[in-house]
């Protein structure tokens, strides 16, 4: 019963080995940031359902914020995001873009 065991888990052992050798190898790049992504590939990740939108689970949500496309291009600018964050959205994207 013992030498079937331990073939079993040397067969095992060697599956394993060769499973990780035919793997490509990680390059620097892979690696670098795998912690910390930007937000534009962060929202390509995890699209976020919208509000307004009826899911059929009674009443609609809110009427859709008319400003959320100039949020959004204020949000991928890291100066404007900074600066929305201490003056507001609206004064922080009048001052990079124009009238918002």
């Known amino acids: 019963m013992r030498p ?3 073939t079993a888990l040397l067969t095992l052992a060697a599956l394993c080995l060769a499973g990780q050798a035919g793997a ?3 390059t620097a790049e892979s690696g670098r940031g ?3 992504v930007s937000k534009q590939e962060g929202s390509e990740v995890a699209k976020r359902l919208r509000r307004y939108l009826d899911q059929g689970l009674g009443a609609p949500g809110p009427y859709p ?3 959320e496309a ?6 991928l600018n890291p100066d404007c995001d900074e600066l929305a964050d201490h003056i507001g959205f609206q004064e922080a994207y009048w001052r990079f873009y124009g009238t918002a």
């Open 70 to 75: 100039k949020r959004e291009v204020c949000e």
């Open 34 to 36: 795998a912690a910390f």
């Open 24 to 26: 490509k190898p990680r």
């Open 4 to 6: 079937l065991v331990l």
């Open 65 to 67: 914020d008319p400003l």
